[in-house]
């Protein structure tokens, strides 16, 4: 089975998430606006909304470009390009899964983005970079750049780069066995995008803390987090975490020897791309496909699917889809005792890796060669400009000096200043502290004679207060008489409702929401069975609390009586009868003025004879909840 257990990681973050350059401009209106624009930054900025719009493309014309770009920026000593001339090679080196070399121009990009102080694109490109030792499996250097830009975003407030980040930290932590560290900072950003409604950034978090859930064997814990990623992927209309949702549903069901409910996901994520060319895609339909019958010991019709699957494998040149599938057919060919033909496919798909690990090999050689020439003349002309940065330091050092010489001066005269109006005021004061202690003398004798008032009134208000205390400790017997009388009106309520045992063998699926507001409950649910008939209801009492307590046990009572009096009536028998119990009950004649107690009910009856349901309801509608 394909191991679909690696964390999801928002690998593209790095590649889309740029300051102000949007892949969706139109490339020929670009090209036009570089030709008219007169002003030298602001062209360069457009190339760089052109340039991020290209990486995709041929080698030779994106280098082209970026090559404009830096030497524009270079001889107009603008930072800010020089950094983004860095981060687009980035870019362009991770797409080409030259993740080494992306590294080292992001750092780069990081050193000139400090220049020009742009934070925001510093924790991205932090971000990029961590993203790049994850793609090489060096999981523990990764944590390190991950938590970095996490404290710029926290820094700038900035909650879309801040849920990223807990994602891909969390996503880190779990690749090195620290699965506790993991889930800590993805619930944290659960909680963040549940704040801001980032229902993409929930779908990414449920599908990881999966992941952790089923590794750990907790399989219901693992179903109900891709149930909520496949919920927050519908959200989003987002086919591809659709996708992830399908794919991760069908393995656990496999995992779980469930292999007729797993064939159930593999069909949703086969017609979620049925009109789909892309050759990983139907890769992956075969390989959910031929898993599922494998499980299900259609070992003959499985191998028909992976045969597809390790055909489009070996098309494409990607290794480890090849030994995937042919570890699926060895396993499908050895269930039907044909040893020769899984030792075959085990044998061929390992040759066939190898050779492409070689050819992969040799292209990355030319292309480090290529790059090593290239490095060799960035930094000639590297040192030329920092020859210039150094310039233009030793002045501003200069500037700094003469500034800071003058402030001092300027701070010498303004504190002899102050010494000579604080000695001035603290004169004044003297004088007045004398005239002050002769005005206090006379007031301590005037504060003396109130103290022995406020004496005399201390002693009466701790009467009046052990008066209220007495009061309080007689209102609190009370209370606490009456609250545990309810409490045991309660346990009378609860022993009247149907037990929980009986239900479960009435209705195997079902459930109960029931929340009382009050320790007590004018609400109540009802079943019962006579002979094959089973009767439900819900319903909830005028009032709350004691008095809608003692009308459920009315109800309860008089629906016990009406099923065994009468047979086999009907759901709406069993409500008009009802009605007229009540009204005798309650001696209600429908005089205008008079109370008006009852209840509002929902009742069904499963006839299962008939395999008929019967509905009745007193202001209460029935929802049926179907998956067709």
Same mark, same amino acid.
């Given at each position: 089975?394909?191991?679909?257990?690696?964390?999801?990681?928002?690998?593209?973050?790095?590649?889309?998430?740029?300051?102000?350059?949007?892949?969706?401009?139109?490339?020929?209106?670009?090209?036009?606006?570089?030709?008219?624009?007169?002003?030298?930054?602001?062209?360069?900025?457009?190339?760089?909304?052109?340039?991020?719009?290209? $990486?995709?493309?041929?080698?030779?014309?994106? #280098?082209?470009? !970026?090559?404009?770009?830096?030497?524009?920026?270079?001889?107009?000593?603008?930072?800010?390009?020089? /950094?983004?001339?860095?981060?687009?090679?980035?870019?362009?080196?991770?797409?080409?899964?030259? #993740?080494?070399?992306?590294?080292?121009?992001?750092?780069?990009?990081?050193?000139?983005?400090?220049?020009?102080?742009?934070?925001?694109?510093?924790?991205?490109?932090?971000?990029?970079?961590?993203?790049?030792?994850?793609?090489?499996?060096?999981?523990?250097?990764?944590?390190?750049? %991950?938590?970095?830009?996490?404290?710029?975003?926290?820094?700038?407030?900035?909650?879309?780069?801040?849920?990223?980040?807990?994602?891909?930290?969390?996503?880190?932590?779990?690749? @090195?066995?620290?699965?506790?560290?993991?889930?800590?900072?993805?619930?944290?950003?659960?909680?963040?995008?549940?704040?801001?409604?980032?229902?993409?950034?929930?779908?990414?978090?449920?599908?990881?803390?999966?992941?952790?859930?089923?590794?750990?064997?907790?399989?219901?814990?693992?179903?109900?987090?891709?149930?909520?990623?496949?919920?927050?992927?519908?959200?989003?209309?987002?086919?591809?975490?659709?996708?992830?949702?399908?794919?991760?549903?069908? %393995?656990?069901?496999?995992?779980?020897?469930?292999?007729?409910?797993?064939?159930?996901? +593999?069909?949703?994520?086969?017609?979620?791309?049925?009109?789909?060319?892309?050759?990983?895609?139907?890769?992956?339909?075969?390989?959910?496909? *031929?898993?599922?019958?494998?499980?299900?010991?259609?070992?003959?019709?499985?191998?028909?699917?992976?045969?597809?699957?390790?055909?489009?494998?070996?098309?494409?040149?990607?290794?480890?889809?090849?030994?995937? +599938?042919?570890?699926?057919? +060895?396993?499908?060919?050895?269930?039907?005792?044909?040893?020769?033909?899984?030792?075959?496919?085990?044998?061929?798909?390992?040759?066939? /890796?190898?050779?492409?690990?070689?050819?992969?090999?040799?292209?990355?050689?030319?292309?480090?060669?290529?790059?090593?020439?290239?490095?060799?003349?960035?930094?000639? @002309?590297?040192?030329?400009?920092?020859?210039? &940065?150094?310039?233009?330091?030793?002045?501003?050092?200069?500037?700094?000096?003469?500034?800071?010489?003058?402030?001092?001066?300027?701070?010498?005269?303004?504190?002899?200043? &102050?010494?000579?109006?604080?000695?001035? !005021?603290?004169?004044? $004061?003297?004088?007045?502290?004398?005239?002050?202690?002769?005005?206090?003398?006379?007031?301590?004798?005037?504060?003396?004679?109130?103290?022995?008032? @406020?004496?005399?009134?201390?002693?009466?208000?701790?009467?009046?207060?052990?008066?209220?205390?007495?009061?309080?400790?007689?209102?609190?017997?009370?209370?606490?008489?009456? $609250?545990?009388?309810?409490?045991?009106?309660?346990?009378?309520?609860?022993?009247?409702?149907?037990?929980?045992?009986?239900?479960?063998?009435?209705?195997?699926?079902?459930?109960?929401?029931?929340?009382?507001?009050?320790?007590?409950?004018?609400?109540?649910?009802?079943?019962?069975?006579?002979?094959?008939?089973?009767?439900?209801?819900?319903?909830?009492?005028? *009032?709350?609390?004691?008095?809608?307590?003692?009308?459920?046990?009315? *109800? !309860?009572?008089?629906?016990?009586?009406?099923?065994?009096?009468?047979?086999?009536?009907? /759901?709406?028998?069993?409500?008009?009868?009802?009605?007229?119990?009540?009204?005798?009950?309650?001696?209600? $004649?429908?005089?205008?003025?008079?109370?008006?107690?009852?209840?509002?009910?929902?009742?069904?009856? @499963?006839?299962?004879?008939?395999?008929?349901?019967?509905?009745?309801?007193?202001?209460?509608?029935?929802?049926?909840?179907?998956?067709?």
């Amino acid at each position: 089975m394909m191991g679909y257990n690696k964390i999801i990681l928002i690998l593209l973050f790095c590649l889309f998430n740029v300051l102000t350059y949007s892949n969706k401009q139109n490339k020929e209106l670009l090209i036009k606006e570089i030709q008219k624009e007169k002003d030298v930054l602001k062209k360069i900025d457009l190339m760089l909304s052109l340039s991020f719009s290209q $990486t995709d493309t041929d080698s030779v014309s994106f #280098f082209n470009q !970026v090559e404009k770009i830096r030497t524009l920026s270079i001889s107009n000593n603008y930072n800010r390009g020089i /950094a983004e001339y860095y981060y687009l090679l980035g870019d362009f080196y991770y797409k080409k899964a030259k #993740f080494k070399i992306s590294n080292i121009n992001y750092e780069k990009a990081i050193s000139y983005f400090r220049i020009s102080k742009n934070e925001k694109r510093i924790a991205d490109a932090y971000t990029c970079i961590a993203v790049n030792f994850s793609e090489l499996s060096m999981y523990s250097e990764a944590i390190e750049p %991950y938590i970095k830009s996490e404290e710029i975003y926290y820094k700038l407030h900035d909650t879309t780069g801040l849920i990223q980040s807990y994602i891909n930290i969390g996503a880190s932590y779990n690749d @090195i066995k620290l699965d506790k560290k993991g889930t800590t900072y993805l619930l944290k950003a659960v909680e963040l995008a549940t704040l801001v409604k980032d229902y993409e950034s929930l779908a990414y978090c449920y599908s990881n803390l999966g992941i952790y859930a089923k590794k750990n064997k907790d399989y219901n814990k693992a179903l109900e987090y891709y149930i909520k990623l496949e919920y927050f992927a519908e959200q989003t209309l987002n086919k591809y975490l659709s996708g992830i949702a399908y794919n991760h549903l069908t %393995y656990l069901f496999l995992e779980k020897k469930e292999p007729y409910k797993a064939i159930q996901f +593999a069909k949703k994520y086969s017609n979620l791309y049925k009109n789909s060319t892309d050759p990983l895609v139907k890769y992956q339909i075969n390989i959910l496909y *031929g898993d599922a019958d494998v499980a299900m010991g259609k070992n003959e019709e499985a191998i028909l699917y992976l045969k597809k699957a390790f055909d489009i494998a070996k098309k494409i040149n990607t290794g480890n889809l090849i030994i995937n +599938a042919s570890n699926e057919l +060895a396993i499908a060919y050895k269930n039907l005792k044909y040893y020769d033909k899984a030792f075959y496919y085990k044998d061929l798909a390992y040759y066939i /890796a190898d050779s492409i690990f070689k050819v992969d090999n040799i292209k990355q050689i030319t292309e480090l060669e290529t790059k090593y020439q290239t490095e060799k003349k960035e930094q000639e @002309i590297e040192v030329l400009n920092k020859n210039k &940065i150094v310039q233009k330091l030793e002045i501003e050092k200069k500037q700094k000096e003469i500034k800071q010489r003058n402030i001092i001066i300027f701070g010498i005269a303004i504190l002899l200043i &102050i010494i000579i109006g604080f000695s001035v !005021v603290v004169y004044r $004061t003297l004088q007045q502290k004398r005239k002050a202690n002769k005005l206090l003398n006379q007031k301590n004798n005037e504060i003396q004679q109130k103290n022995e008032e @406020i004496l005399s009134q201390r002693d009466e208000i701790q009467a009046q207060r052990d008066e209220v205390i007495l009061h309080r400790d007689k209102i609190a017997s009370q209370q606490k008489k009456i $609250t545990d009388s309810i409490l045991y009106a309660s346990r009378i309520q609860n022993a009247v409702l149907p037990p929980l045992e009986n239900i479960n063998i009435l209705l195997p699926e079902h459930f109960i929401l029931f929340k009382p507001r009050d320790i007590v409950s004018g609400d109540f649910y009802w079943v019962q069975q006579i002979k094959n008939r089973t009767y439900i209801a819900v319903a909830d009492c005028t *009032g709350h609390g004691v008095p809608g307590a003692f009308m459920s046990m009315l *109800g !309860v009572a008089f629906l016990n009586e009406i099923i065994t009096k009468f047979n086999n009536p009907t /759901a709406g028998d069993i409500l008009n009868q009802l009605r007229i119990n009540v009204k005798r009950s309650l001696h209600q $004649t429908g005089r205008i003025g008079e109370q008006k107690d009852g209840m509002d009910i929902s009742l069904c009856v @499963i006839d299962k004879d008939k395999n008929q349901l019967e509905f009745s309801g007193a202001n209460n509608p029935l929802y049926i909840v179907s998956s067709k």
